[in-house]
């Protein structure tokens, strides 16, 4: 069994139904042991469902999930004191504090030797350690939630959209955390819809829609082979340039007001352009030049175009 | 079962009690207050003193005298009438509702009988009165066996038949202590049933059982500890019922075995009936408007807060399937009547009762959240 020491969760031809919805469509996919590995894909994708049926909440409808080497469906008692789980919409009592819930989670697990104080640590949750649950922000919840996951000093944590909802300043807090989670070297199971989340958190990155898997691999990977070039901006430019670059062999197309957007290959290319619009006299006021990211690469493998794209009208950065 | 983590949530369940004010009322000063507010209201009840009013147009030492005779049976506080008004119209305006007529001539009338022993001799005694107000058919009654007293006495002879009381009770009780078990009876209800669906309701939507259901708590221990939790609760709001009805009106009650033995059913009863219904109302709102819609016929049905004879015949027999009828007539049985054969029997029902809407409740409590 060397696959069991190398992988910490194997799912296999795993099918969800509810009723005639069919919410996960026979996926299989490895999660390696020390990685994090992040399940990316929009609302409705069966993001939760599948998170679910691998830590215990849910049972499959077909299809079979081993985690730690453990059928999932027949060895919950085992398996729950080795995971921590992050449920969707995490919540706790109201007039409990900080400190006092992970006190309690730690008796659940009956973790003699919880380290409380560094679990506050880690989440950041110092100076709201006596602070009751319902008087804490969006962010400062999922943070605890972070922190109760870990009481048990799991194996493999489940983190079922740990962001979603929060404002961006949140958001990055909460990566904080994960980050500080990443270097102790723990198996981590993420979904969710932010491709940053994915991009920044992620070693491996499995793309989910309409219950499929459609691309599995690292960031890196599943940018350069589904997206292999640059996004040139050029801003409030004249109509004779993107007569020039048409020219070129190039595809521009027009972004909002006077800007118009082109793939290229290589920076060689930018190059050649700007040269191009240059010896032509053509002004234009500012470029920008832009490594493709996840979002660029689901939405290729979606089939949805870049700009008609539900996440379209992004800024550049 | 894991007593660690049965311990852990009773402490998370206490503090939550304890921090939240409105179950704190709820749960305690809610019973209290109803003890003191109808304790009050009925206090006085068996020396009560009705208002009345006599108009004397005699205006003689004799009909002084009866008006004095009135006075010495305890139950009337007396006003006087000014003889030279119309005494209906009197009553009219002023809103009274008897006012009694002493007729001119009574002494005379008086004196002829007594002196001359002439049995044609009489008087008549007019009430004035509004059918209407509750109370006057129970002061013309009082009136009644007064005047049939005197009358009786003045034929020179003593009665023949004579009236003796003997109690079932070993000794008087009071409205009060008739109310007490009644409202400890209640407050074990609304504390467990509402307990249980606002709390099953609640961490169903919040999504708590969720997470729970990745810890290795189990439904048993999650069941168990919300028990402990009701009963203790049950214990300390029956300790405040108690402590208050002693401190201000000094009830006499026999506490025995059976109120725990009461306590620990009606917890089991009431949680089970809870737990029935968070799995039939899904919303937390709906769970709770469903256990209101259960618990207040209950409430004023079975005999609570008044004894089930004022009620129909029909409303009698429904009571009787009502299970907060047994909790209440069961304790009323042990702490009033100290009648232990009847609380066995009552605590034998509930106790069966509570056995099959736990079972019920258990089975119909999913730990997961099966979508």
């Known amino acids: ?317 | 079962m894991n007593l660690r983590v049965v311990g852990a949530n009773l402490v998370v369940r206490i503090k939550s009690f304890y921090r939240e004010k409105s179950a704190m009322f709820f749960t305690i000063a809610f019973p209290i207050i109803l003890i003191l507010v109808f304790g009050t209201i009925f206090m006085n009840q068996d020396n009560m003193s009705f208002d009345l009013y006599v108009q004397d147009l005699d205006r003689t030492n004799s009909a002084a005298h009866l008006v004095n005779t009135l006075k010495l049976n305890g139950k009337f506080k007396i006003t006087n009438v000014d003889p030279a008004i119309n005494a209906t119209q009197y009553a009219k305006d002023n809103k009274i509702d008897l006012v009694l007529i002493i007729p001119k001539g009574y002494e005379s009338s008086f004196n002829q009988r007594i002196e001359s022993n002439d049995a044609n001799a009489s008087v008549t005694i007019r009430y004035i009165s509004d059918p209407s107000s509750a109370s006057v058919s129970t002061k013309m009654q009082i009136l009644n066996s007064v005047f049939a007293e005197i009358n009786q006495r003045m034929t020179g002879k003593s009665p023949f038949i004579r009236t003796a009381e003997t109690s079932i009770l070993s000794k008087k009780y009071r409205f009060i202590e008739f109310f007490v078990p009644g409202i400890i009876a209640m407050s074990l209800m609304t504390a467990s049933l509402s307990g249980a669906v606002n709390m099953n309701a609640e961490l169903r939507q919040k999504g708590i059982i969720r997470k729970l259901s990745t810890t290795p708590i189990t439904r048993t221990d999650w069941i168990l500890s919300n028990i402990l939790y009701q009963f203790i609760l049950s214990v300390i709001s029956t300790i405040a019922i108690l402590l208050v009805s002693y401190a201000v009106f000094n009830v006499s009650l026999q506490i025995n075995v059976w109120l725990p033995v009461f306590i620990v059913l009606a917890v089991f009863a009431f949680v089970g009936i809870g737990m029935i219904l968070t799995r039939v109302a899904k919303e937390a709102e709906s769970a709770t408007a469903a256990a209101n819609f259960i618990m207040f016929p209950m409430m004023f049905l079975s005999g609570s807060f008044f004894p089930l004879e004022m009620m129909p015949g029909f409303l009698q027999t429904f009571a009787r399937i009502l299970p907060l009828y047994y909790v209440n007539e069961g304790l009323r049985a042990s702490m009033v009547f100290v009648d232990h054969m009847t609380a066995l029997r009552y605590s034998a029902i509930i106790g069966a009762f509570a056995a099959v809407v736990f079972v019920l409740g258990v089975i119909t409590t999913k730990w997961e959240d099966s979508k």
């Open chain 1, 1 to 317: 069994m060397t696959k069991e020491a190398e992988h910490a969760i194997e799912v296999e031809n795993l099918t969800k139904r509810y009723g005639d919805l069919l919410a996960v469509n026979d996926i299989s996919f490895n999660v390696r042991k020390g990685e994090v590995f992040a399940l990316l894909g929009p609302n409705g994708a069966g993001k939760t469902t599948t998170v679910e049926i691998i830590d215990t909440i849910r049972t499959p409808t077909s299809g079979k999930v081993t985690l730690l080497g453990m059928d999932v469906t027949k060895k919950k008692h085992d398996i729950v004191p080795r995971i921590g789980v992050l449920p969707q919409g995490f919540s706790s009592f109201d007039r409990i504090t900080v400190r006092e819930t992970l006190q309690y989670y730690s008796r659940l697990f009956c973790s003699m030797n919880t380290d409380i104080d560094g679990l506050i640590e880690l989440a950041n949750l110092k100076d709201k350690s006596k602070e009751q649950f319902k008087n804490l922000s969006g962010g400062l919840k999922q943070r605890l939630g972070i922190a109760i996951a870990l009481v048990n000093d799991p194996e493999v944590v489940f983190l079922d959209e740990p962001t979603t909802g929060l404002d961006p300043r949140a958001r990055r807090e909460v990566w904080e955390v994960l980050l500080g989670l990443k270097k102790k070297g723990k198996t981590v199971f993420l979904t969710t819809h932010y491709m940053e989340e994915a991009e920044l958190l992620a070693d491996t990155v499995a793309i989910i829609s309409k219950g499929k898997i459609i691309a599995i691999g690292s960031p890196d990977h599943l940018i350069e082979s589904n997206a292999n070039y640059l996004g040139l901006t050029l801003k409030s430019v004249d109509e004779k340039v993107f007569e020039i670059v048409r020219k070129m062999g190039f595809e521009p197309v027009h972004d909002n007001y006077r800007s118009i957007k082109v793939r290229v290959e290589h920076t060689d290319d930018v190059r050649k352009i700007l040269n191009a619009i240059k010896d032509a006299g053509a002004p234009f006021l500012g470029m920008d030049l832009r490594k493709p990211n996840l979002e660029e690469v689901f939405l290729k493998l979606t089939g949805e175009g870049l700009h008609e794209g539900p996440a379209g009208g992004r800024g550049t950065e």
